[in-house]
């Protein structure tokens, strides 16, 4: 199967697209208390703008009275200016408390979908095939997943309650302009807020070319840092630190253009915008100051008419944060719809049974494979390992050693042919019990940054204090973890840098061990190492294998000489197979390769 990197334009483009994306999370099936915390945060909106449409009413009532100029309403002469000012200051209260309200009630269904989504796209991530994660980089694909993540919470909060409350207030407010004043103040309102959004909309849409470029900036930068930092040990060896930081500078020159052209962008769309409300506004404060002086309007009526257009400024303000945030937050969000719209390459077919062990037979069975179909790696491969034996693999680099053990653990599936465990075809066994059959040892064991006894206890969930000391007890590194001055709890560091490599493979040994799996696969597990570290980790494999299909792939031959069977394996085909005895007096490609290590290891003696 070919890999295929995704790009932007592959990924759902259209806004509608995404945001169908995202209405499950905010309306889910099955999940009432979701739906009623919804319904009751739409109820606190519509109040809040109820109220808010209301308030400068009583503001109007409370300047006409204290100017003279109030009309005969009882009630406004009843309630007197001090009531309609307390009034006024209930209200605004009011509005602001309904909306704190609701802002409480629905963040609960935000953080429930965010985490939602996160545990999604972590989970489809693990599911995705080794080929695709070989070919992506791991500091862009984390912020992809943060900024996607923080998108969907984003967009979830203001497709409620912004776009449409700010419809909603708009029209409320609109409305009273028309039937209190006349349709000229309505129509410099409608005029002034068409201009306002073709305008936002428009420099938006440019603004968010220019983000996305920071963006891809942004991840570039933060890919080459944290791939600078993972391989801090090479960069020292080769004293590349000024190169590094050179390249990582590079790398963040590029994220200061693309960062001052969205700043220069921003400060043109906010001028533009202050500009045309500001118009707005004066036009209709003029309207009504011309109102007043004829004797039309009284002064509470100007003051009401500043009270709305204010009220209409505020949310179109935001309207233009909202609109470029959603409009980023489209963008973040198809980042990460289009990872989970990546189909992972190996996947368990219908009905796929559990994985029954019962001897520990591996066969492969005329396998053939290769990561791309233009340059096949294996052609042709069958050998068998009979339950309890001992199957070693050699060959020089690229004969394709690594990529059986790959094949039998289902990273990939083969082209033709069959990998069968117990008479059972992996393809069609469930991955899951598939991975629980095998223990894997590689050349380079890899730990989490955290303790020695979470990395041991990794090897199978729920294991006993008892059951880890054991398994470091069988891999022979027990009495090491006690002399460390934190025992047990001593942190490993990024990747098990605290640890030398004989201590890692330990590690790794009683992590297998603690797993306890019928088949083993020892990936060159010791070839990384020195002569005398070899020897002793050595020893704990042999010890390790008893009663287990073991499956050696080795570069020193030394290591495997007292394997059941010996396949020498070159250019993706079996050339010879036998006893250790058994190649060397057949005096052919095996027998050359081990007189050439002997006399390596003479030489260096």
Do not use: C
């Not at 483009?13 to 889910?28: E, F, Q």
């Not at 972590?122 to 994660?133: A, P, Q, V």
């Not at 940054?449 to 090897?459: E, L, P, R």
């Amino acid at each position: 199967m070919r890999h295929t990197t995704i790009t932007t334009t592959e990924m759902p483009s259209g806004a509608m697209k995404t945001i169908r994306r995202v209405l499950p999370y905010l309306w889910p099936a099955g999940q009432g208390w979701v739906k009623r915390r919804v319904v009751l945060a739409m109820l606190l909106l519509l109040l809040s703008k109820l109220v808010a449409v209301a308030t400068p009413f009583f503001y109007k009532a409370a300047v006409d009275l204290l100017s003279g100029s109030a009309p005969s309403q009882g009630w406004m002469l009843g309630a007197g200016a001090v009531g309609l000012t307390v009034a006024y200051g209930m209200a605004r209260l009011m509005a602001s408390g309904f909306q704190q309200l609701r802002d409480a009630i629905f963040a609960r269904v935000a953080q429930r979908a965010l985490r939602q989504l996160a545990l999604e796209t972590f989970t489809h991530i693990h599911r995705l095939s080794l080929r695709y994660h070989i070919s992506r980089k791991t500091g862009g694909l984390s912020r992809i997943i943060e900024r996607g993540v923080k998108g969907v919470e984003f967009l979830l909060r203001f497709m409620l309650f912004s776009i449409g409350p700010l419809i909603l207030e708009l029209s409320m407010v609109s409305a009273v302009l028309f039937f209190v004043f006349d349709v000229w103040y309505l129509a410099v309102v409608v005029v002034t807020i068409a201009l306002y959004v073709a305008f936002t909309f428009r420099v938006t849409e440019w603004r968010v070319r220019v983000r996305k470029e920071m963006n891809d900036q942004d991840t570039d930068a933060n890919q080459k840092a944290i791939d600078s930092l993972l391989n801090f040990e090479t960069v020292k060896y080769f004293g590349a630190e000024a190169r590094e930081a050179m390249r990582y500078d590079a790398a963040m020159a590029g994220y200061e253009r693309a960062a001052l052209k969205t700043s220069y962008s921003l400060a043109f769309l906010n001028f533009g915008q202050a500009f045309l409300i500001t118009s707005g506004l004066v036009a209709v404060m003029v309207m009504a100051a011309i109102g007043v002086g004829e004797g039309r309007l009284t002064v509470g009526d100007f003051v009401m008419v500043n009270a709305y257009m204010v009220q209409i400024t505020m949310p179109l303000n935001f309207l233009g944060t909202v609109y470029r945030e959603i409009r980023q937050s489209l963008v973040d969000m198809s980042e990460i719809f289009g990872l989970l719209n990546q189909p992972p390459e190996v996947t368990d077919r219908p009905g796929a049974r559990p994985l029954e062990v019962t001897r520990g037979e591996v066969v492969f069975d005329d396998v053939r494979f290769g990561y791309d179909a233009a340059r096949p790696i294996l052609k042709g491969v069958s050998f068998a390992v009979e339950g309890g034996q001992n199957l070693a693999i050699v060959g020089p680099s690229g004969s394709g050693k690594s990529t059986i053990g790959r094949l039998l653990f289902r990273f990939y599936d083969v082209n033709e042919g069959a990998i069968l465990i117990d008479g059972q075809d992996v393809r069609d066994v469930t991955q899951e019990s598939l991975h629980r059959a095998i223990g894997v040892v590689p050349q380079d064991t890899v730990l989490f940054n955290d303790t020695i006894y979470y990395n041991i206890a990794y090897g199978r969930d729920g294991a006993t204090r008892e059951e880890v000391e054991a398994a470091a007890r069988a891999a022979k590194i027990h009495d090491f973890i006690l002399s460390l001055p934190e025992g047990y709890d001593t942190q490993v560091g990024e990747r098990g840098l605290k640890l030398s490599g004989g201590e890692k493979q330990r590690v790794g040994i009683a992590r297998t061990l603690l797993k306890d799996p019928p088949i083993l696969l020892l990936d060159e597990a010791t070839s990384a190492l020195d002569s005398e570290t070899e020897r002793d980790i050595q020893a704990s494999l042999r010890e390790m294998g008893r009663g287990r299909s073991v499956i050696s792939i080795a570069h020193r031959l030394s290591t495997i000489a007292d394997a059941d069977e010996i396949i020498v394996l070159e250019a993706g085909e079996i050339t010879e197979r036998g006893t250790h005895e058994a190649l060397l007096a057949l005096g052919g490609r095996y027998a050359a390769m081990w007189a050439r290590q002997q006399a390596e290891e003479e030489g260096a003696a």
